[in-house]
């Protein structure tokens, strides 16, 4: 089973310092082996900014943390057009990576991180032809078994971001992107943007999506939160052939716990859920019993 913990929209600039050093905490304990955070390090992309996010990074992996990171368009200059068109992610590839499309693989799963932040959008997010094919690349010598994840910062799909019907826009060029994670046999995408905790079938979503489940984190340690939801972080049970469990960790204004607990198992190409919650209470009861006697 490999544990990864699923961080995004961190926003050095416009953080809580408590919160981020309760992540680094938090990480240090449970130890994940990976740690992925789906963009917007920064609020405005600028020298500080980075390299506060940078000095993060760092403790994670000075802590025994394995990361996989991509930009998000916070990352992307604003204000600062010249720099914005000249060299839009130049200061994210000096301090945090110049790979802007990694990869990493454990026993039960292979992940890819895409980049689709772009200059020319003030928020919204793109994948272009040649990312299209790399996600088909690198998953086409994965092994059957393994559970195959794709990492952005912006959502492919249309999610609900309001309190009533309110849809997001999808990522630009969604009908191929959609026919490329189906080609590739994606399981899991994993992404952020909206500061909302989200996690659907991909089926329910958009036609031909294939055997995808959609699954979007929180604000790990923002300050600007949307519709008041906490910050939050997912915590990911990955097993082969299909199965995981998530976990989303909320901070309640002194530390980081448990909010949330559901189990997923891909069954008839159709991904099928349980709230584990209630069971994981009883187990709870039953350690601690047993503890007291």
Same mark, same amino acid.
């Given at each position: 089973?490999?544990?990864?913990?699923?961080?995004?929209?961190?926003?050095?600039?416009?953080?809580?310092?408590?919160?981020?050093?309760?992540?680094?905490?938090?990480?240090?304990?449970?130890?994940?082996?990976?740690?992925? *955070?789906?963009?917007?390090?920064? $609020?405005?992309? +600028?020298? @500080?900014?980075?390299?506060? /996010? !940078?000095?993060?990074?760092?403790? %994670?992996?000075?802590?025994?943390?394995?990361?996989?990171?991509?930009?998000?368009?916070?990352?992307?200059?604003?204000?600062?057009?010249?720099?914005?068109?000249?060299?839009?992610?130049?200061?994210?590839?000096?301090?945090?990576?110049?790979?802007?499309?990694?990869?990493?693989?454990?026993?039960?799963?292979?992940?890819?991180?895409?980049?689709?932040?772009?200059?020319?959008?003030?928020?919204?997010?793109? *994948?272009?032809?040649?990312?299209? $094919?790399?996600? +088909?690349? @690198?998953?086409?010598?994965? /092994? !059957?078994?393994?559970?195959?994840? %794709?990492?952005?910062?912006?959502?492919?799909?249309?999610?609900?971001?309001?309190?009533?019907?309110?849809?997001?826009?999808?990522?630009?060029?969604?009908?191929?992107?959609?026919?490329?994670?189906?080609?590739?046999?994606?399981?899991?995408?994993?992404?952020?943007?909206?500061?909302?905790?989200?996690?659907?079938?991909?089926?329910?979503?958009?036609?031909?999506?294939?055997?995808?489940?959609?699954?979007?984190?929180?604000?790990?340690?923002?300050?600007?939160? +949307?519709?008041?939801?906490?910050?939050?972080?997912?915590?990911?049970?990955?097993?082969?052939?299909?199965?995981?469990?998530?976990?989303?960790?909320?901070?309640?204004?002194?530390?980081?716990?448990?909010?949330?607990?559901?189990?997923?198992?891909?069954?008839?190409?159709?991904?099928?859920?349980?709230?584990?919650?209630?069971?994981?209470?009883?187990?709870?009861?039953?350690?601690?019993?047993?503890?007291?006697?």
């Amino acid at each position: 089973m490999a544990r990864i913990a699923h961080l995004s929209d961190i926003h050095f600039g416009a953080n809580d310092p408590e919160i981020v050093a309760a992540t680094i905490d938090w990480l240090k304990e449970k130890q994940p082996d990976l740690v992925i *955070i789906s963009g917007d390090l920064t $609020q405005r992309a +600028r020298e @500080r900014q980075f390299r506060d /996010a !940078a000095d993060y990074l760092q403790a %994670l992996r000075q802590n025994g943390q394995r990361l996989l990171v991509v930009p998000g368009n916070h990352d992307v200059p604003l204000y600062d057009i010249f720099r914005r068109f000249i060299s839009p992610l130049g200061r994210y590839k000096r301090h945090i990576s110049d790979e802007l499309c990694p990869w990493a693989e454990t026993d039960e799963a292979a992940i890819l991180g895409i980049n689709t932040a772009r200059s020319l959008t003030i928020k919204d997010g793109r *994948i272009n032809a040649e990312q299209m $094919q790399l996600i +088909r690349q @690198r998953f086409r010598g994965v /092994a !059957a078994n393994k559970s195959r994840i %794709l990492v952005t910062h912006h959502p492919l799909f249309e999610l609900p971001i309001g309190q009533g019907n309110e849809l997001s826009e999808a990522v630009g060029r969604q009908e191929d992107a959609l026919k490329a994670i189906a080609d590739a046999g994606i399981h899991l995408t994993l992404a952020g943007h909206f500061h909302r905790t989200y996690a659907e079938a991909a089926s329910k979503m958009a036609k031909d999506a294939g055997p995808t489940l959609v699954i979007q984190a929180g604000t790990a340690t923002s300050t600007r939160l +949307r519709n008041q939801e906490p910050q939050s972080f997912n915590w990911l049970h990955v097993e082969q052939d299909n199965r995981m469990e998530l976990q989303v960790i909320v901070w309640n204004g002194k530390d980081f716990q448990r909010a949330s607990h559901v189990g997923f198992a891909l069954e008839q190409g159709q991904w099928q859920s349980q709230d584990l919650s209630t069971q994981a209470v009883v187990q709870d009861n039953i350690l601690l019993k047993q503890t007291q006697s």
